[in-house]
């Protein structure tokens, strides 16, 4: 997940800060110092992330692209030069853009804004834009949301007390809460202060930026692993009492299965698997090993030289061309995968499904899988020449049956029109007619459209009225006993508007 440092770089950030009644500092020099700890910490555990650096005042500037060198990064916050008035919205204006142009709008970011919580001063300021929400044209409409996932945090190099003095607190909440409201505020609790902007940037790092470690386990074989990015937990809507799902960090493998068979199942997100880092030696086992900088680290470098499981299998995953199939909680599964970023190397890759025992339905539920060697015979054949999936249902989908629907009116009036066509052609399409008669009447039951019925009942009877004198008898017979069992059906009595029941067609002495 990229993240976007936004560094607010206005006079207000100038403001000396006395520290230990000694030598000044600048809040500017606070948020550097924040910075340069967070840099630091992702350096060194979230190596794969892809950081950029911008600074804002009355206008915005991209310092630094998406990069995963964090050198560069403090290195351009070492550099940083002061300027005019703050304005967040032309600052968010440029967030969206940059992360538009190099992520597009599916990829989600994390955004994290640095300020002093001073919201500037006249039009452009953090006040004015909120406050102007709902007098914009369509081509001057605020930035956020953001057309791309969201969350946002905004480190305040303020305390709380100094931000509810005026209307900050309430407008930077307000902001937060047009963001999606999936983030938090930080403020500096205490004395403004090198200590205090370190526990500040603690918090965000425990809350953000802290890595997701995990056991790997397979039989007697485990593996200590780092899962990268953090897997968020999930809230299932048709919970009656919805509580957040977190991934368990104990992964069990319970089984593997051919890639053709699990085909490319929808999941909820996808993570990378790294071996935690047990020798920093290089060893080419398993995947291709590169020592570019910016190139991510492959399994094999990060658990060095020592034998490692999550090394053997990833190779065998790789080799066997399989997936393994792993339990993140109770009903909860995922997959284990080789993926190639490119000819030379490739990562273990986890994917999560669905929350459930079922969540591949071609595959029926997951502890009803077993080994082959358990079968009476080879599900695949002696010569892997069938597979057992996909499962058939044993009730026949809904959306694999001839379901009636009506959208549009024009819809409605072809099913009615093809039903008088029908009735003009008695008793040769007497079968067609009666087929398609109890397919609208189906339909109708099911919508409560009893008017429908009744209409079409005199229609019927109308087309019995214009039945020219040359038409069979049986004609006016059916077309008077069906418009008869439709009036019946539109009363809504329980003994002719059965769903299940069929109008049959009349038996008279003119009939075969």
């Known amino acids: 997940m990229p993240t976007v440092i936004l560094m607010d770089v206005s006079l207000s950030m100038t403001r000396p800060v006395s520290l230990d009644g000694s030598e000044e500092f600048q809040r500017k020099n606070l948020a550097v110092h924040g910075l340069n700890m967070l840099f630091e910490h992702m350096a060194s555990n979230y190596r794969l992330e892809f950081t950029s650096l911008m600074a804002f005042s009355s206008l915005w500037e991209l310092l630094v692209p998406f990069t995963r060198d964090y050198n560069a990064l403090q ?27 190099e992520w597009g709008s599916a990829c989600p970011c994390q955004v994290v804004l640095v300020t002093d919580g001073s919201l500037g001063i006249g039009k452009g300021s953090l006040r004015h834009s909120l406050q102007s929400l709902k007098h914009r044209a369509d081509d001057k409409k605020f930035p956020l949301p953001f057309p791309f996932p969201t969350k946002m945090f905004i480190m305040s190099i303020a305390n709380a007390e100094e931000l509810q003095m005026t209307d900050a607190m309430n407008n930077l909440e307000e902001l937060l809460h047009l963001s999606g409201g999936d983030g938090q505020i930080f403020t500096m609790e205490g004395p403004l202060c090198m200590k205090s902007v370190q526990a500040m940037f603690g918090r965000l790092i425990d809350h953000a ?23 968020e937990p999930i809230v299932m809507d048709e919970e009656v009492d919805p509580m957040p799902r977190s991934v368990n960090p104990d992964l069990e493998l319970v089984g593997f299965i051919e890639i053709a068979d699990i085909s490319s199942p929808p999941v909820i997100s996808r993570h990378l698997v790294l071996p935690i880092n047990v020798n920093k030696e290089v060893d080419e086992v398993g995947t291709g090993a590169t020592d570019e900088l910016e190139e991510e680290p492959s399994a094999s470098q990060m658990a060095g030289k020592n034998p490692n499981f999550c090394v053997l299998l990833h190779g065998s995953l790789k080799v066997e061309g399989m997936v393994a199939l792993v339990q993140l909680g109770p009903e909860w599964y995922g997959m284990l995968y080789s993926q190639a970023d490119s000819k030379k190397k490739s990562n273990l890759m986890m994917s999560l499904f669905e929350p459930g025992a079922e969540p591949l339905p071609w595959l029926g539920k997951i502890t009803h899988l077993g080994p082959i060697s358990e079968a009476a015979e080879n599900p695949y054949g002696e010569d892997d020449s069938k597979s057992p999936f996909p499962l058939q249902p044993s009730v026949k989908r809904s959306y694999a049956q001839n379901v009636t629907v009506w959208i549009k009116a024009s819809g409605l009036q072809t099913d009615v029109q093809k039903i008088l066509r029908n009735a003009r052609k008695l008793p040769d399409k007497t079968q067609t007619f009666y087929k398609e008669l109890n397919r609208l009447r189906k339909a109708a039951l099911a919508f409560g459209f009893w008017e429908l019925l009744k209409g079409v009942a005199d229609l019927l009877e109308r087309e019995c009225t214009l039945l020219p004198d040359s038409a069979h008898p049986d004609a006016a017979f059916q077309l008077s006993h069906a418009a008869q069992q439709l009036k019946l059906a539109s009363t809504g009595d329980s ?13 008279t002495d003119f009939s075969s």
């Open 209 to 231: 930026y802290s890595p997701f470690h995990a056991v790997l386990h397979c039989g007697n074989l485990s593996s200590d692993v780092q899962v990268f990015p953090r897997p």
């Open 75 to 101: 290195e351009a916050l070492g550099n940083l030069e002061d300027y005019d008035k703050t304005c967040v919205e032309s600052a968010l204006n440029g967030v969206s853009s940059v992360v538009q142009q």
């Open 495 to 507: 003994q002719y508007a059965a769903f299940d029941h069929n109008i049959a067609p009349m038996h």
